[in-house]
Every structure is written in C-alpha cells, then in structure tokens.
C-alpha cells in the first residue's frame, strides 16, 4: 500500500524493547518531513536516500523508536517512491535484513 505525505507526517512509531536501544528520535522525525515533503513534491528524496539512510541510537538515557518497526515503514517508503518513478534506475530490491543503524566509525568494515 502506497505511503502517503500525510502517514510520514503523522506516523507514531513503537518505543525499543525494554534494555535495546532504538533509533534517535528526532533524527527520524526529521527524515519522515522529508519523505513527506517529497511526496507532497516540495523535496527530492530518492529510493536509494531512504535505502541507504542510517540513524544514530538514542542517547543512552532513552529507549528511542523501535528500529523493526522505522525500517518496515522505510520499505513501505522505499516502494511507494519507486512506483512514482518512472525510471527503472531508481528501484532497489530491498535487503532482507536490513538496517538503518548507523555503525559508529571505529566499527566499519
């Protein structure tokens, strides 16, 4: 089902599993505006921005948004933009395990 400017704006996301750590919230508030934004055609967001965006954990005091259910919203994201697309160049097949964690710099492989 196709994500709609509205649903971005208004989605309310599930606080991580007691003991986990989720994404930070506001960065992810602030990534649905602009998904939101370009649905509504005012921003430039394409398949492969929301495939690749990653999310810092939330401060340590904080349980942040459940990063299974950010993710299932990113895919549902991810497919809407790429049936508005024209091109068969901005479609990505999804991972199936993927993550929009970011790995801190001293982790990266």
Do not use: C
Request: charged share 30%; hydrophobic share 40%; glycine share 6%.
């Amino acid at each position: 089902m196709p994500v709609t400017a509205f649903e971005a704006r208004t989605r309310q996301f599930d606080r991580a599993p007691i003991g986990a750590r989720g994404y930070h919230e506001p960065a992810v508030d602030a990534f649905l505006e602009r998904v939101a934004a370009t649905l509504d055609g005012d921003d430039d967001l394409s398949v492969s921005d929301v495939h690749n965006v990653a999310f810092a954990k939330a401060p340590l005091s904080k349980r942040g948004y459940d990063p299974a259910a950010v993710d299932a919203f990113l895919r549902d994201v991810e497919g809407t933009l790429a049936g508005l697309s024209r091109s068969a160049d901005y479609y990505i097949a999804p991972a199936l395990e993927h993550t929009h964690t970011r790995k801190p710099p001293w982790r990266r492989r």
